[in-house]
């Protein structure tokens, strides 16, 4: 194909209304959750499979508490018995 299209890639500026004078528009701070957006669009698309890739850390069991570990590896069944699965659709996996 000749067209890529980038999707959940954020840019653009957040902007919100203002109240007392509603055509107004103003800059506003805002963070895109592109790991949710794309787990939205996955769904959206009926994909067989979403797989986040990263540099970054790994997966943490028990993240932020004191017996938090770095796991090396992972398994849909792992996910799916967690937090993460509220979150996120493991099932595709």
Partial sequence: PTTLPIACG??????????ANPSTLQGVEAVIDKDACG???????????????????GIWENF???N????????????????VSMNYVCAAI
């Fill in 68 to 83: 938090a570990r770095e796991m090396t590896e992972v398994t849909p069944e792992y996910l799916e018995g967690t937090k």
């Fill in 10 to 19: 954020g840019g653009g500026v957040p902007v919100a209304r203002v109240p």
């Fill in 64 to 66: 932020g508490k004191p």
């Fill in 39 to 57: 787990a939205k669009l996955a769904v959206e698309l009926d994909a067989d499979a979403y797989i986040i890739l990263t540099d970054g850390g």
